[in-house]
């Protein structure tokens, strides 16, 4: 079983940046970075972000140019540094990563965005 803790949300400003981390685990388990998802109150859950590269990642249009995933050197710790965010980023934030078999996500982590 995989382990995957998200941290680093909370409230900031408009226009302000935050840097959200996902650190995985798991015994047993080669585990890859995979995806960035969000959820945002009374909307469907939306990948925002997903893993090509060490220092690479295709994103969805809302957030192209001002989020950006990156990987460590071991690749058990994830980051999305999100920069300018807007009152439409609020949203509960879901780091993923696969294994053989499927993928393992964290439970969230709230990221608000209000002045």
């Known amino acids: 079983q995989a382990q995957i803790v998200e941290s680093g949300g909370g409230l900031v400003q408009p226009g302000e940046s935050l840097t959200l981390s996902c650190d995985a685990s798991?015994?047993?388990?080669?585990?890859?970075?995979k995806a960035w998802d969000r959820q945002a109150p009374a909307n469907q859950r939306e990948t925002i972000a997903t893993?090509?590269?060490?220092?690479?990642?295709d994103y969805v249009e809302s957030v192209k140019g001002r989020f950006t995933v990156s990987i460590d050197n071991a690749k058990t710790s994830m980051y999305l540094q999100m920069n300018d965010l807007k009152p439409g980023d609020t949203a509960v934030y879901y780091c993923?990563?696969?294994?053989?078999?499927?993928?393992?996500w964290g439970t969230g982590i709230q990221v608000t965005v209000a002045s």
């Open positions: 993923g990563f696969q294994s053989v078999s499927r993928v393992y």
């Open positions: 798991g015994m047993g388990l080669t585990l890859v970075p």
């Open positions: 893993v090509t590269g060490r220092t690479s990642a």
